[in-house]
């Protein structure tokens, strides 16, 4: 559960599939930045819960 919440932070992961993304959803690079941080924030609210799961 904490490799999936960090994965929207990690840009190079993600940013060899940009062009793809926007030719086969057929939206825009600020449709893709959007998702991403909208992705990112999400992983920044969960994380702190994941990692004291990962302590106990």
Known sequence: ???LASIPGQTMGVSIFTDHLISSLNVSNVGISST???G??????IINYTE???DR
Do not use: A, I, P, R
């Open 40 to 45: 990112t924030l999400g992983s920044s609210l």
């Open 1 to 3: 559960m904490g490799l």
């Open 52 to 54: 004291e799961l990962f």
């Open 36 to 38: 991403y941080t909208v």
